[in-house]
């Protein structure tokens, strides 16, 4: 199946500090989500992102569809104690229905 | 609205036993999905359905049925259990095709 590439996999911060994380594939998307995950729970849509080069914020949150359309970025400002979490990122091709999931970014904040 | 939601939270199955996983959604999205989340793997989609009474394979089908007979209902079928089985299980739900989905709190599974 397809394989998007998160990085970093784990991230061990202090509060306050930015975060900068990316997915990348070897196909093309036409389609960038970006989710969070907290323990016990079903990751929740943070930022959907629909063209190459698009710059989209939700708050402290800022995500970017990468210009190749292979790869996208999030980037978290500022951070805080209930950050901490997993991001996923998801791309869908432009044929078919099907996303796929990258493999998550483990993020630890230290007060 | 509940949004999506996944009952059981939380299940014990042994080899060969049958069970099937439900889902329901409120929010009269067309598009639903199954997935199941291993540790190190990320999500891998399992089944999707674009409509009532319109189902397809995802990247890892085999093992499981589905079928949409509502709108709102999405079940999920194990046939006959087995250890590979043992994961987490979202249900996702989206109003149209490439929209953010809306998941459920997942259902743990173990098969011994």
């Known amino acids: 199946g397809q394989q998007l590439n998160q990085s970093p996999q784990s991230m061990f911060i202090q509060e306050g500090e930015d975060v900068s994380m990316n997915c990348t594939s070897s196909?093309?998307?036409?389609?960038w989500l970006w989710y969070k995950q907290d323990p016990g729970e079903g990751p929740v849509l943070l930022i959907a992102?629909?063209?190459?080069?698009e710059l989209t914020s939700n708050g402290r949150l800022t995500a970017q569809f990468g210009i190749t359309r292979k790869d996208s970025f999030l980037n978290i400002s500022a951070s805080i104690p209930s950050d901490v979490g997993i991001y996923f990122c998801?791309?869908?091709?432009?044929?078919?229905?099907?996303?796929?999931f990258g493999t998550g970014t483990s993020l630890t904040v230290i007060p | 609205n509940a949004g999506v939601t996944q009952t059981p939270k939380f299940q014990v199955l042994k080899t060969g036993q049958s069970m099937t996983l439900q889902c329901a959604q409120d929010m009269n999205h067309e598009y639903m999905s199954w997935y199941r989340q291993d540790p190190g793997m990320g999500l891998r989609l399992i089944h999707y359905s674009v409509g009532a009474g319109i189902t397809d394979q995802g990247e890892v089908p085999n093992g499981y049925n589905v079928s949409r007979s509502t709108t709102e209902d999405f079940p999920l079928r194990l046939l006959s259990a087995a250890p590979s089985q043992t994961s987490v299980y979202f249900c996702a739900s989206s109003y149209r095709v490439g929209g953010g989905y809306t998941f459920g709190s997942g259902t743990r599974l173990t098969v011994v």
């Open positions: 196909s093309i998307f036409n389609t």
């Open positions: 998801a791309g869908q091709r432009n044929t078919g229905n099907q996303f796929y």
């Open positions: 992102l629909y063209k190459a080069g």
